[in-house]
């Protein structure tokens, strides 16, 4: 029996995955699909869900998209096992022994980067490789001839182009307490009924006390465009680090009151006092401990020097956030989403000559920023 096997997180499925498999099925003739959630993903930062839920969320999302659909929990027994990581090299021969006549079943995003999986000259040789198209991945059929002549091995382009759907915003807006136009009604209701996804409920509900409608708006905006520029560039930073920096970037704008908190001096009456004043405030009204977080915060009006990828995201996600539309934001935007750190420093250079045509002073971790990277 000819068994299509895909795997993910699935942390939590989305209609993507269901309309893929569904198609991949019918387009290679494959009567079984075997859907393995993931237990310890090594290229990716940790989970939302249990390992548990995405597997009662699997059995919903994927139902009906073949004739026999199984869930396997291979990663789960392997881990039980001792095994530190689930690679797709040596999971795959296992499922091969157990099912037959396996083809695996990866994204455009996955083709994208195949070249930095574990021994990809091993995968290859296990089964065929049924690959899919995706919007914001190009060249699809161009990159499988370049896997093909570096690797070897059998890959199939099925002819599925998949709108371009992120688990990353999904899973941030199931955390905003926002329906993501992204999943199923079904799934949703089994991770509303199950209380999923609300940890972050009291800090949404004192941004809301805190903030005005327009600026929580903008926060709601930054976390979104920082969480997709985060896996639009495989930029590999902790989800929730991602996510904690973006919601509490601006937690103090509209409270200036310092409080006695320790910032700057040369900070109080300016406009770039409120991350300072943010940083501290994440720690004493937020409980925040992560230092990388109060960083980001830290310094994602100025910039500065020898930044961090998580603080080039928020200082670049804060500058592009969806809700501006005035000029040249959606240029830089686009600059953005091409190139990561070509869009970071598009976004210096414009702060810098917007400040200058301003003949406003310009705040010295600006400078510094602006002389290493400009």
């Known amino acids: 029996m000819k068994t299509v096997v895909f795997g993910g997180a699935f942390d939590p499925p989305h209609l993507e995955h269901s309309r893929l498999t569904e198609f991949a099925c019918k387009f290679l003739g494959a009567e079984r699909l075997i859907i393995v959630p993931t237990y310890s993903p090594p290229h990716k930062s940790g989970g939302t869900l249990s390992f548990e839920h995405r597997v009662e969320l699997s059995k919903i999302a994927f139902s009906g998209c073949a004739d026999e659909v199984i869930i396997d929990q291979i990663e789960l027994d392997r881990s039980m096992e001792g095994h530190k990581y689930n690679y797709s090299s040596e999971v795959l021969p296992i499922l091969k022994a157990k099912y037959g006549d396996i083809v695996y079943l990866i994204g455009g995003d996955s083709a994208e980067h195949f070249h930095t999986w574990h021994k990809p000259e091993d995968v290859v040789k296990v089964c065929p490789i049924a690959v899919a198209g995706r919007a914001g ?101 902790d ?68 930044m961090s990828i998580l603080q080039k995201l928020i200082y670049t996600a804060d500058s592009t956030s969806y809700d501006r539309e005035y000029e040249p934001i959606p240029l830089l935007r686009e600059i953005g989403d091409r190139d990561f750190e070509e869009g970071f420093r598009a976004v210096l250079e414009y702060t810098y000559h917007k400040l200058l045509k301003a003949q406003k002073s310009i705040y010295p971790l600006t400078l510094e920023a602006i002389k290493q990277y400009l």
């Open 137 to 237: 991945y190009d060249d699809v059929d161009k990159k499988i001839c370049n896997l093909t002549s570096s690797f070897g091995g059998n890959f199939i382009r099925i002819a599925f182009d998949g709108e371009a759907v992120s688990s990353s915003d999904v899973k941030a807006r199931l955390l905003l307490q926002i329906k993501p136009e992204g999943i199923s009604d079904e799934v949703y209701d089994y991770i509303k009924s199950h209380h999923l996804f609300e940890r972050y409920i009291p800090w949404l509900e004192k941004l809301k006390a805190w903030q005005s409608p327009e600026l929580y708006h903008h926060t709601i905006n930054v976390v979104l465009r920082a969480v997709n520029l985060n896996s639009l560039h495989n930029l590999k930073q």
């Open 239 to 306: 989800f929730d680090k991602v996510f904690q920096s973006a919601l509490l970037h601006d937690n103090a704008k509209e409270r200036p009151s310092i409080d006695g908190l320790d910032v700057p001096s040369d900070s109080i009456g300016t406009s770039v006092l409120h991350q300072f004043l943010g940083a501290e405030k994440a720690r004493r009204d937020f409980g925040v401990v992560d230092e990388d977080v109060i960083s980001a915060i830290k310094v994602h009006t100025t910039a500065c020097k020898d």
